[in-house]
């Protein structure tokens, strides 16, 4: 299990981004209220109101840095060299 969620907090939004396939699944586990909102229409809701993918963005920082805090207490240990730097301090050098 990656997360819990709570009320007013989304799940998805890879798919929307993203045409891969999704890496991962989700169970309600209390009656739920659910908004499926197709990518095409989302597209067109981000250039109407970008703030909305400011948004996004900052919803997929946090759930990056708390699996890479998770990685870190599994003792994953730090990131290795990839072909385009080392990533050190969040900075890519």
Partial sequence: ???TLGEREAFGEMA???????VASVTAIDAT???????????????DRPEIA???M???TQRLRDRVRDLAAVGAGPPTPSARGVVTNDLEV
């Fill in 58 to 60: 900052r919803v997929l």
């Fill in 16 to 22: 929307l981004l993203d045409p891969e396939p999704r």
């Fill in 54 to 56: 400011i948004g996004i």
């Fill in 1 to 3: 299990r990656l997360d």
């Fill in 33 to 47: 209220r659910l908004l499926r909102l197709p990518q095409a229409p989302f597209h067109e809701l981000l250039h």
